[in-house]
């Protein structure tokens, strides 16, 4: 089966600068998530989507990220404006279902470094 | 506050030996834990998990041991080739809620 498809691979953008990432999930996978992996650090949960409804955006900084699941398919998620905390790999998963016996395939993430 | 932590950042293990990776977890209320092993410029692929309701779990070369008293677990991997060499992370998940909280990682090198 194709895997978690993620674009781009990498971004450079200025502070306050806006950027959008895209994740398409494996297909038939109802569950999808954005993960912010700081480097040095553990991916950290930032959205969980089950088919196009939000579950969990409590680690969702919400004054500058937005991310939306288009007809529970494909997702993006933006940052306007960026700061230089931002700068991180972001990675999308997604899972058959949402519990614990469905684990998460990961796609190759962006790599986001603000100047 | 670190719910879960893997306190070694690096371990290097001969070809050949056992690798075995630690992880901690401060939360009571996690009852599924698992492994992913990353590679450099890609995502983290999942390994192995355990409930709470075990003590153990087996897939091949990898072993997870569970000790709940201690609110600790390992990955064993038996042998160790040179294709184990990634980063390992630990990530556990309970209290109702599936999010899963991930550890710092452990950069495993093993050497030919």
């Known amino acids: 089966e194709a895997g978690v498809a993620q674009s781009p691979r990498y971004k450079i953008i200025e502070k306050r600068q806006s950027v959008a990432f895209w994740c398409n999930p494996i297909s038939g996978h109802a569950t999808l998530y954005w993960y912010q992996q700081i480097l040095g650090q553990g991916p950290k949960l930032l959205i969980q989507?089950?088919?196009?409804?939000?579950?969990?955006d409590s680690q969702l900084p919400k004054d500058r990220f937005s991310a939306e699941r288009l007809k529970g398919v494909d997702s993006t998620l933006k940052i306007q404006p960026a700061k230089l905390e931002d700068s991180a790999v972001y990675l999308c998963?997604?899972?058959?279902?949402?519990?614990?016996?469905?684990?998460?395939?990961f796609g190759n993430g962006t790599r986001l470094t603000v100047t | 506050d670190q719910q879960v932590k893997q306190n070694s950042p690096s371990l290097s293990v001969q070809e050949g030996r056992i690798s075995i990776l630690n992880c901690d977890y401060t939360?009571?209320?996690?009852?599924?834990f698992l492994w992913y092993k990353k590679y450099p410029a890609e995502g983290p692929t999942f390994l192995i998990s355990?409930?709470?309701?075990?003590d153990k779990n087996e897939d091949g070369r990898f072993t997870v041991f569970l000790n709940k008293s201690a609110k600790h677990l390992s990955l064993h991997i038996v042998p160790s080739q040179p294709g184990d060499s990634a980063v390992y992370f630990c990530a556990a998940s309970g209290a109702g809620s599936y999010q899963l909280t991930f550890g710092k990682g452990t950069k495993l090198s093993v050497i030919p």
């Open positions: 998963a997604s899972s058959l279902r949402g519990g614990p016996n469905s684990p998460l395939h």
């Open positions: 939360n009571s209320m996690f009852d599924y």
């Open positions: 989507f089950q088919n196009n409804g939000v579950v969990d």
């Open positions: 355990i409930s709470s309701i075990k």
